[in-house]
C-alpha cells in the first residue's frame, strides 16, 4: 500500500459507539497499527448504559485480560461472578473439584464504573482518536461499498473516511440502517425491572439467580458494596406491575425461596426496566461494514450475556480484519471469515435464547439437566460452563453429558417427586 492509497483515509477504521464493544475494538485495533476514530454520540465521558445486568460472563475473562483491564476492574471493586442458581429440584451450585483449578469467573461490575473505565483506557491508546459528541448521520458510499460515515459534531458536520466503518452502537444500530442491514427480532414474552440496592447480604456473598418457569429474578452483587436485584416475569403478570410497580417488585421479591432481605437494605436507585425488550439478530457484516455487541446480536437480559458477548466480538472483529485494515490484505475475505467466527460462536447460544425467550417451562432436555446438576457437582459445573458460555449448546447437550445426567436422575431417589408449586410462578 502506497503512501497516497493510505492518506486517502482519515482513518483505517471508525466505529461508531464508545461503549463496552466500541472501546474494546478500538483498543485491541490500534494495539495492531490500525488509525481508528472512536465516535461516541454523547458528550460526557463518564456516559454509561443505565439498562444492563452489569454482568460480565466468564468468556469475556481472556478479553478483559488481553484488554489489561483486570487490575483496574479489581481494584475498582468489581465482584468474582460466582452464582448458584434455584430450580423446583434445589439450587445448583457450582463447585470447583477437589484439587481442580478454580472455576472461570469474570466480574459483576456497574456500567457507572466500567463503562467510563474501558472508554477511558481506549482514549489512552496510541492510534485512538475518541471523538464525543459526534453522532453518525449517515454513510459514505464508493465503488459499491461504505467507505466512511457523515456525522454532526458539536463544530458541524463532517465527514469521516475509512477502509472499514463499525457498527457499535446498540440493537436500534443507525449504522446497520443507513447500511440497510435489518435485524432478525425474536419477541420476548418476559418483561423486566430491576433496582440497586447497599449493604444487602447474600448467601456466600455470590450472585442468586432462580429459575421459576417461567419467571425470572436474580440478586447480583457489584462494586461498591451495591447489589443489583431484578424481576423477570411472564408478561401475563404485567397489569399487576403497572399497577402498581413498588408493591408488585417488592412483593415478587420477597416471595423468592431464600430471598434476599431487601426491606432490611437500602435501596439507592429507583425501580425501572422495560417491558419489551426483542431479541435481535443481524448479519454481522456487509460490505465496508461489520457490526459488534448488541448491533450484531442482542441477547435476553435474562442471561446476562450482553457485556460479554460485546467483548468477545471485539476481539474476534479485530483477530479477522486488523491486518487488512491497513490496506495489507484483502478485507473483503476478513470480514468473511470475522461474520463465520461470529455465528460459530453465538448462533447456537442466540436460538436457545429465544426459544426459552418465549416463557414456557423447561423443556425435557432442560428438566433433565438442570435437574441433574441440581443433584450431582460434576454436572454443576458442566451447567456453569454452559451458563458461562464458554461452551456451545453442542457440547452442553453432548451425548456423554446426556448419559450422565440421565444416571443422576435414575439414582436420585427423589427424582420422580412432582415439581413444587410457587404461588408467584404464574403457572
Partial sequence: MTRL????????????????????????????????ALLERRSDPAAYKVLCTHYLQPCAYPVLDELGLIPALEKAGAVR??????????????RAAPAGPELPYAYNVRRSTFDPLIRSHAAQTPGVDLLLGHNVTGLIQGAGRTV?????TPDGEREIRARLVVGADGKDSSVAKFAGVPARQHENERFSYFAHFRDLPLRDG???????????AYAMPNDDGVTVVAVIPDKKRLPAFREDLEGSFLEFVRSLPEAPPIDSAERITKITGTVNYPLHSRRPTAPGVAFIGDAATTGDPLWGVGCGWALQSAQWLTEAVATAATGRGDLDKALVAYARRHRRGLRGHQHLAADYAKARPFNPFERLMFSAAARDESMARHMHLFASRLIGPLRFLNPVALAKASVVNVR????????????????
Fill in 5 to 36: 492509497e493510505r492518506d486517502a483515509y482519515d482513518y483505517d477504521v471508525v466505529i461508531s459507539g464508545a461503549s463496552v464493544a466500541g472501546s474494546a475494538a478500538a483498543v485491541l485495533l490500534a494495539r495492531r497499527g490500525v488509525r481508528v
Fill in 81 to 94: 461472578n460466582e452464582a448458584r442458581w434455584y430450580t423446583r429440584w434445589g439450587w445448583i451450585e457450582p
Fill in 148 to 152: 466512511g460515515v457523515r456525522v454532526s
Fill in 206 to 216: 455470590i450472585t442468586h439467580s432462580w429459575f421459576l418457569e417461567p419467571d425470572m
Fill in 412 to 427: 436420585h431417589r427423589g427424582a420422580a417427586v412432582p415439581p413444587v408449586h410457587l404461588s408467584h410462578t404464574g403457572s
